[in-house]
């Protein structure tokens, strides 16, 4: 059978009542590659055939990677289409583990990601608008799936509806097409499809009478937060009413237990009210069995984390009261196992970029607040001296650091943040989900969620020990970052060549403790502060870095660190260390010589003292006036 492409109108007269089609596309791939890209396919495919029960089932298939889209090669442009429509399509279900296929629905600027992938022998359907994952369901094991896609755009909720085999598995709202005509379909190198469809509807999509069995809660659907007490929150200053130095009330003891000297507390605390029902969030706290007033700790946790017992204990090994909570929409709802709220039946990082139809619709507002009352209910026990509390985290919990130590002011004593920053629109892997926000919805996210512009209100020392080809946090974000605070004492450190991790820097792992201890507990020395850099272009071509360090220890090395601009993805670049000399011991000199094209490369420094304390300066512009 010669393969069609129908761009024309079919009519499906049926029982009255039923929906007339427009079949804007059908390809059975029953042809060649020649044929094909006269019918408006593109990129780098191939065509196969395989039996199945005895019959033949044409697909197509990628061959290799190219530019046009990310992973994407056998792209296929058609008709823009407008209000409801459906695409059909067999799919062959995935033998390898862990590897993933996937198809992007959209136009020239606007695209949504559907992903299958088969985990360990269990078939899932994802649909991601811009970075955020979501799962969707599961499908029966089967050589070839038959999917199903039924999407409208007018509808302002959820708007697409997917079935497999002919039975519903999700309802879910593409955010990114709403309003939006859609004129092209494209398959990752890893899909193998058949039976291709297109299909124009002539009424709206009719969701199953049980939609609610296969909706995902997402932040398309309004949500009504209010402070413990059901207080409204306002539009303006979301967090200002949580910063009262209360501390939140413990529905829940889960467990108290004293071990090898110290005291271990589980609690829950009442969070948010979210359409009417509390919020309750897990917390542990950990301290010294002997009594006696002690400094505090709050430690937040990354990424897909959870409130750590471990850390709490580390902690209260070291002479602190600490505290470690869950952070809703940050944390991983499955690891999460006590904490209740609305926030554990999304999937994993979904909704975090949202500031409509209110700006409390990102799950970050959840995580914020009970970061904030982690703080308060700590501030409020009868043996932590107040005003000696340190507030650390990572990755996530450095972001929330930054945060809350912004919007606490001169409440903590010193504040210490791994990894995390603000100023994603610098320089940041978030910056592709927040350049989908338009207008008056990206102001009020950056006026109410960048961690960055909450560091301009940091008044107390602060320390950024982050790492310089951070796959989350790239120096431009960073160094904004760390420019904002207006504190005194302020410290940061890069980890060279390193992404996530602090290796490479002699004592940085354990800067942390030592940073607390002075500050919170009064021992140790000062740290040493990289107080001045300048540098000069010399005739020769090379560049002299001068460095002034304040210590009131032997400062025993001091770095630079050089990297030609030769990648724009600064996960990418490779640091080349340059060791200083010194004279004095306060002032040092660098040449970083002249077949490196110091002009045309970015650099920073590391200071380290005999105690393995270090701190370092900003990532400056070799080609730029150092500020």
Known sequence: MKTTKIISTLLGVMLAGTMYAETILTENFETTPEQLRKNGWSGKFKLGSEKVDGKAINYISGEKNNNRLPGATAVVSFKPVTGPFKISFKMAALTKPLTSQFMVLGNRKNASLFQVYDVRGSLRVIVAPGLQYSFLGKAKKAKWLQLEIEFDPDRKDVNCLIRIDGKPVAIYPLTDLQGQEVSRLAFSCDARIASLKIEKLSKPVQFPADADKYTMLLPATPRKKCGPNGEPVPDKNIFKQFVNDRAPEIVKVISEKKENGLIIKEVLFKSLVIDGKPQLVYAVMARPAAKGKYPGIVFYHGGSGFGSIKEAVKWAKRGYIAIAPDLPGIGNAKKCVHSVGVWKQLPYSTARWYAKPNVTTS??????????????????????????????????????????????????????????????????????????????????????YDAGRKALNIKVPFYYAVAVRDFFFWPPSVNKSYKSIKAGDKFITYAPNRSHNLGGIDGLDKMQEKFFDYYLKGKGTPLPKVARVTKSLDKDGSMTVDVAVNAATKIKDVRLYFSPKDNKDWRKRKWQAIKAETADGKNFKIIVPANLQPENGNFYVVAIDENLVSSGSPVFDGAKELK
């Open 363 to 448: 799950v970050l507002f959840d995580a914020e607040v009970a970061a904030l009352q982690a703080y308060f209910l700590l501030a409020g026990q009868p043996d932590v001296i107040k005003d000696k509390i340190g507030i650390t985290g990572v990755s996530w919990g450095g972001y929330t650091t930054t945060m809350v130590t912004g919007l606490l002011g001169a409440r903590p004593a010193a504040a210490f943040s791994i990894y995390g920053a603000g100023w994603y629109d610098e320089g940041s892997v978030f910056q592709g989900a927040l350049r989908r926000l338009k207008g008056g919805e990206r102001k009020a996210w950056f006026n109410e």
